[in-house]
């Protein structure tokens, strides 16, 4: 027991790095004995430090010469030890056994004085602590090692955060390399990447040493302005997201976005940046947003189209947003003009609006008139390779089209004419433009239809208007007519029952005297009664051939008489009153016949009117009936001139109303009814002609009826 107090007191003295206790321990060599520790002391301050200490015996396994009796926290007992009953090597973790015995031989062999280790021992209980070890060799003057002396202290809980560190290392370390999503590490003050993943090279195409050699603006397209303002903001985590374009190795630029943030590593404030390629993200973003776009145009367009007929605005309206949402240069609608058969262009954006607008194509010529004909859609990706292109539109407005795309307009099977739309860059569009272009043809179709039928009945109800009030002008004529023959019928009773009244009246009175005078005055009377009768009669046929005109208008029936004819059949007719009349009739006929389309009991009647009106009023003389053709005017003209009283100019304007006597009518040879020169003048208008008289009272009168050529 001394032997052992003795050993672990030296022991204490050799070990020269111990903490600071054991060197306290060191003091006690001290050669003031006052200081000298007790061994119960020295106990006490191992057992609170948990250091052990050992004396190794330099054979198999280790036997224990020495062991502190603070080695019960590992659930061992010094007798343990000492009584052979535990080796050290079996207190020694296996799995680090063999490392241990390797090491301590390389020590032997490399003849150091001490050594540290570190390895596991497993207690009592079966549990398991990390130990570190000091060991010094102890040698004799032959240098054969003897034993060894040395302390373990417990480390496990320091072994368990290093572990609990590395594992933690390791794991982010993992997280970094091994981790698909492209990592980088930034020092924000020079914007180099200090480090960057494995894919973070893949997305760029560089390797990973070219990725450390680059800064933040070979990578981002943004200008460097905003490339510093971002990380700012990124520094003071104002923002932690960023949505940028990045250039690749390629060129080729994708849209990331970046969750950032700042991290402290080896001493520097970095920026820890994770990257995710998002251009396809923002590519149907965009396409979503341009079909959204796209959907809300063609409602609009349909219910604008719906709600009106003024065509051009809607289609104007509706080309210009065509074109800006396509992102095309010009959009165009064709449509088909049946009349002539050709393709017209009925609206056009600007600025060629003025130039494309009333363009005229055959129905086969150019893209549209393929269209047309196989009445399908076209999307040409370049029209320069197409030869059903026509190029002279793009002639006359200096624009070259590339991209085209042409869709039918269609209206019950039938094609009423196309839209065009162009760029003049090769492949602008695709699929989806092409469906909406063919949406938003099916309602530009109806439109045009409705408009079509809209401007036809707008038409129709103008000439229905002007026929309408063609047709009022008419009744209202009509009426005034039918209200200005009325009055004249109303007239011409009350004139005929005033004519009538004086005949009437004389004959009532000579048949009284017939009846009541004296007989031998008989005679007389009779006489005077016949003329009276006669000169009733003649009032009576008289107002009946007015009637008759009046009231058998439409009822006459014309036929192609020769006017010459008529002359000699009349004066035939009347050579008794001629020959009693003692007159020179004398006949001045046209050389050929003159035919006219007459009624030809009518026209007769004109000519006896106005040949008993010349002998009625022309004492002695001659009367000359000319008839002659008008060549011009393609009119027949029949004259009756006489050499007779003539009419007195106060009377000339009258001569021609019903019952209108004039003043020459005392002198007359025959009694007079008012109406002659009124028949005439009804029958000529009847037969579409007309009639002047020319007369001078005492030299005579000429009357001229001019008929139209048959
Ligand atoms: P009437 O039966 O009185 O002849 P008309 O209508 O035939 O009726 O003629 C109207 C008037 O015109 C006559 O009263 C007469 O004053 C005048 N008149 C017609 N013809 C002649 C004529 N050839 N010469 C002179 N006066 C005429």
């Known amino acids: 027991m001394n032997d052992s107090a003795k050993t672990k007191e030296q022991l204490i003295a050799e070990i020269a790095d111990l903490r600071q206790e054991i060197t306290h321990l060191q003091n006690d060599k001290s050669p003031q004995d006052s200081y000298k520790l007790t061994c119960e002391e020295r106990d006490l301050i191992l057992t609170q430090t948990g250091i052990v200490v050992f004396v190794w015996e330099a054979r198999e396994n280790w036997p224990v010469g020495y062991v502190s009796p603070n080695i019960t926290q590992f659930g061992y007992t010094p007798e343990d030890f000492y009584q052979n009953k535990v080796l050290f090597s079996q207190i020694i973790h296996p799995d680090d056994l063999n490392r241990v015995r390797a090491e301590v031989v390389r020590y032997n062999e490399d003849s150091c004085r001490e050594f540290d280790q570190l390895y596991r021992i497993v207690t009592v209980d079966g549990t398991i602590r990390w130990v570190e070890d000091h060991t010094i060799i102890k040698r004799d003057q032959n240098g054969i090692i003897t034993h060894y002396q040395g302390i373990i202290f417990d480390v496990t809980e320091r072994k368990k955060t290093e572990i609990a560190l590395f594992e933690s290392e390791m794991r982010y370390r993992q997280m970094f390399e091994a981790h698909p999503a492209i990592r980088w590490l930034v020092d924000p003050e020079t914007q180099q990447l200090v480090d960057v993943n494995p894919a973070a090279a893949r997305f760029y195409g560089y390797s990973r040493a070219e990725m450390q050699q680059k800064v933040v603006e070979d990578l981002n397209v943004l200008s460097p302005e905003e490339i510093t303002a971002q990380i700012a903001q990124a520094q003071t985590k104002k923002v932690d997201y960023f949505e940028v374009p990045h250039r690749l190795a390629s060129g080729e630029i994708r849209f990331v976005e970046i969750h950032v943030a700042p991290i402290h590593s080896g001493g520097r404030e970095l920026l820890y940046a994770v990257v995710h390629d998002i251009t396809e993200r923002k590519e149907t973003e965009a396409a979503l947003r341009q079909t959204n776009r796209q959907l809300a145009l063609l409602n609009k367009s349909i219910e604008e189209l719906n709600a009106t007929l003024e065509l051009d605005h809607v289609l104007t309206r509706i080309l210009n947003e065509v074109r800006f949402l396509l992102g095309a240069v010009a959009c165009s609608i064709w449509l088909v ?46 029209a320069l390779q197409d030869e059903r292109h026509y190029k002279g539109v793009d002639q006359q407005t200096n624009l070259v089209t590339r991209s085209l795309m042409c869709v039918p307009l269609k209206r019950q099977q039938k094609i009423i004419g196309v839209i065009e739309v162009i760029d003049s860059e090769p492949a602008c569009f695709n699929e989806i433009d092409l469906s909406l272009i063919e949406s938003l043809a099916g309602t530009a179709a109806a439109a045009v239809e409705n408009a079509r039928l809209h401007q036809q009945l707008v038409n129709h109800a103008a000439e229905l208007e002007k026929y309408v009030a063609q047709r009022t002008r008419e009744l209202v004529a009509a009426n005034t007519q039918l209200k200005e023959l009325d009055q004249l019928k109303t007239k011409l009773i009350e004139d005929i029952s005033h004519e009538l009244r004086t005949p009437v009246a004389n004959l009532s009175l000579y048949l009284d005297l017939l009846e009541r005078g004296k007989p031998e005055k008989r005679e007389q009377y009779m006489l005077v009664l016949r003329e009276k009768m006669q000169q009733l009669i003649r009032l009576t046929e008289d107002v009946l051939q007015v009637f008759r005109l009046d009231l058998f208008k439409g009822d006459v029936v014309f036929q192609t008489l020769d006017l010459n004819q008529i002359v000699r059949d009349v004066v035939w007719d009347h050579r008794v009153q001629i020959t009693e009349s003692a007159l020179h009739v004398e006949l ?53 001139q006489d050499n007779g009283l003539g009419i007195a100019p106060e009377d000339q304007p009258y001569i021609f109303d019903r019952f209108y006597r004039g003043r020459n009518m005392a002198q007359s040879t025959r009694y007079g009814t008012g109406l002659g020169l009124s028949v005439v003048k009804d029958v000529v208008a009847l037969h579409n002609g007309r009639v002047e008289m020319d007369s001078e009272p005492g030299t005579g009168s000429t009357f001229r009826v001019w008929l139209p050529l048959a």
Do not use: F, M
């Open 337 to 382: 003009e049946p009349e002539t058969n050709e393709l017209v262009c009925r609206q056009a954006t600007e600025p060629h609006s003025q130039v494309v607008r009333g363009w005229r194509l055959p129905l086969n010529e150019g893209v549209a008139g393929w269209v047309i004909v196989n009445g399908r859609s076209l999307n040409i990706a370049d």
């Open 588 to 640: 001045v006929l046209g050389q050929r016949p003159l035919s006219i389309l007459a009624e030809k009991k009518q026209i007769k009647r004109v000519l006896t009117n106005l040949l008993l009106n010349a002998i009625a009023y022309t004492p002695s003389g001659t009367i000359q009936i000319r008839t002659e053709l008008n060549g011009t005017q393609n009119e027949v003209c029949l004259a009756v």
